[in-house]
């Protein structure tokens, strides 16, 4: 099993990470279970289910929901407070208004992953296939939605860091 080291930081580093959730490239709920066996926290914001970065669906429920900024803010807090020694990941689903743009992407993911396998393309050679194939065949619409994507992350952490800073 091929395991990001970023997940197994989030097991030993006290660090809230808010993202879009997790690339449908991986394995979601795989991804799902190993960050509960490294105590990771993982909260789906404002949503029951856990998005998949450029969809707001991943057919996977969320281990935890928060609505707001001061609730994400009190988990962080409380997590801290208790010494846990782990992270915490936030995913905050795709805009609604970008989630068409979303699916384009994830047909392109999905055709790009079988062209992948087909050609007989591992390892190393993955990413960089995958991110050329998924930009050729959206148009560049790829970065535009990453470029949504971060601004809607950036947004909603510096939310919930004015609410933390005033818990703190």
Known sequence: MDVSADLTE???TPVAVVCAGAKSVLDIP?????????GVCVAAYGT??????????????AP???????QAASLIHASHKLQLGNGLLLAVPIPEAAEAQGAQI???????LQEAEQ?????????PFLLES???????????????LVKNNAAAGSHIAVVLAALA
């Open 119 to 127: 050609r007989g393309i591992a390892g190393a050679e993955v990413t």
């Open 30 to 38: 795989r991804t799902l279970e190993f960050l509960e066996t490294q």
């Open 106 to 112: 994830e047909a392109a993911i999905q055709e790009s």
């Open 64 to 70: 935890c929901r928060v609505d707001t900024p001061q």
């Open 48 to 61: 029951d289910e856990f998005p998949a970065f450029f969809s707001r669906h991943s057919g996977c429920k």
């Open 10 to 12: 989030l097991g030993r």
């Open 134 to 148: 998924i930009r050729n065949k959206t148009g560049g619409a790829s970065l535009a939605a990453n470029i949504q």
